[in-house]
């Protein structure tokens, strides 16, 4: 877009030559009326080539110079004065206007960033809530340009100047992260020395429900640590395949048996309570309907015309009233069928969790079966290798006597008679063998 040109024109039926200069920020336009005299072709080449060289330019004596405030409407044409070229005065008053708005806003943006430059040489650290300030005033800047109320050509400098604060800002933000990456890198050690110990815990399978609530807790003070986005995303992702590993052990093993028996008596407890208050609800919304028709024979028995009023605004107030509970009911009711769904769900998962504890405690039938057999089979070697009588000498004397002895079998009175005999004659026979004083004993 031009910001100035010359015209030939007539004024005073005279023809002359018209200059036409914005002056954007002050929003001011320089018009010269140049005498008819001065006025020629050569004149005008040597205007415009003074403008595109940026040197003076002396013109004619009796040139007319007006300073006139922009307006964005009217003629920028003085009064009396006709063009030839219409065309370009025409595009100068469209676009003008323009140039003046944003000329105007321009000022404005390079008022801001210059004194967001002030707070940016003066900082010794990265300030967040500045560089957002940077960002946000830049974004404005990029709008405005995007909806072509901001020339490209007034961007420029604009552009020099977040430049600079941005490239500042990162400077300070490049040596803020080196320190925070050291910090990060102590903080990221503690939380891999307890998560080492967290893995030991897992293979040794002690203590497996406290140890997930470990993790929990490793996992919320992990989310408010400070420290650099690479270490908190390690870390997240070690916690993670932890978590999984120790609810996978926990599942296998059944540790969670006692967690689910424990949620599984407050939820019984809660449906209890529930179940109460669904009969309670029930009866009154039975008794609002008994009330309801109550009212109802009320009214059609009414002797005037203010009975059956009454009767039919209380008739309508019990109606509200059966409504509201009527609805409060089959919410009590949805709530009910939804905790007897969990409950299902937790019952079974508290029987599994169950037996395969069983299963980790107690050895199983079949492993039983084989201890027995092997131990019958034990005892048929030891019975295959043991002497039998008048085969070999081997064994203890006891041994031998009770081979010679035989088989026990049972006392008979014949037994007993015979070994009282005995006893008799050893008696007879010590009695003279003895000395005197000596008994047999």
Excluded: C
């Amino acid at each position: 877009m031009r910001d100035r040109f010359i015209t030939w024109g007539t004024l005073d039926e005279a023809r002359r030559l018209f200059t036409f200069e914005l002056e954007a920020e002050d929003a001011h336009i320089i018009r010269r009326t140049l005498p008819a005299e001065g006025s020629s072709e050569a004149m005008m080449q040597t205007v415009i080539n003074a403008w595109m060289q940026h040197t003076t330019i002396d013109f004619p004596e009796g040139t007319t110079r007006e300073r006139i405030p922009f307006a964005a409407t009217g003629s920028i044409v003085p009064e009396g004065a006709e063009v030839e070229d219409k065309v370009l005065v025409a595009s100068a008053e469209r676009e003008w206007p323009f140039a003046v708005v944003s000329s105007l806003m321009s000022r404005q943006f390079r008022g801001e960033l210059e004194e967001l430059r002030d707070v940016v040489d003066g900082l010794e650290a990265f300030d967040d809530n500045l560089y957002e300030r940077i960002k946000a005033t830049w974004a404005k800047i990029q709008n405005e340009v995007s909806e072509k109320a901001l020339l490209h050509e007034h961007l420029g400098s604009l552009r020099t100047l977040s430049d600079e604060m941005f490239a500042r800002m990162k400077q300070l933000r490049r040596g803020e992260n080196r320190q925070r990456n050291n910090e990060s890198k102590g903080v990221k050690k503690e939380y891999v020395a307890e998560l080492a110990q967290a893995q030991t815990q897992l293979e040794e399978k002690r203590d497996l429900r406290k140890l997930f609530n470990q993790l929990r807790n490793i996992q919320d003070r992990l989310n408010k640590a400070s420290m650099s986005r690479e270490d908190r995303d390690a870390l997240r992702k070690r916690l993670d395949e932890l978590f999984k590993a120790t609810k996978s052990e926990i599942n296998a093993t059944g540790a969670n048996a006692g967690v689910l028996s424990s949620k599984r008596a407050g939820l019984e407890s809660r449906l209890k309570g529930l179940e109460g208050a669904i009969h309670r609800m029930r009866y009154s919304v039975e008794r609002d309907n008994k009330d309801m028709w109550y009212e109802g024979q009320r009214a059609d028995r009414a002797n005037n015309q203010l009975a059956e009023q009454l009767a039919m605004a209380k008739l309508t107030m019990i109606g509200d009233k059966a409504k509201s509970k009527a609805a409060r009911l089959d919410d009590m009711l949805a709530t009910e069928a939804e905790l007897r769904k969990k409950l299902t769900k937790l019952i079974d998962a508290e029987e599994r969790a169950q037996a395969k504890r069983k299963e980790q405690v107690a050895p199983s039938h079949a492993a039983l079966v084989g201890s027995t057999d092997e131990g019958k089979a034990k005892q048929a070697k030891r019975a295959k290798t043991r002497p039998r009588d008048g085969e070999g000498m081997e064994g203890s004397g006891d041994d031998r006597q009770r081979r010679d002895r035989g088989p026990r079998g049972p006392v008979s009175f014949k037994m007993v008679k015979d070994a009282a005999a005995v006893l008799g004659a050893v008696a007879k026979v010590g009695s003279d063998v003895l000395p005197t004083g000596t008994t047999a004993e």
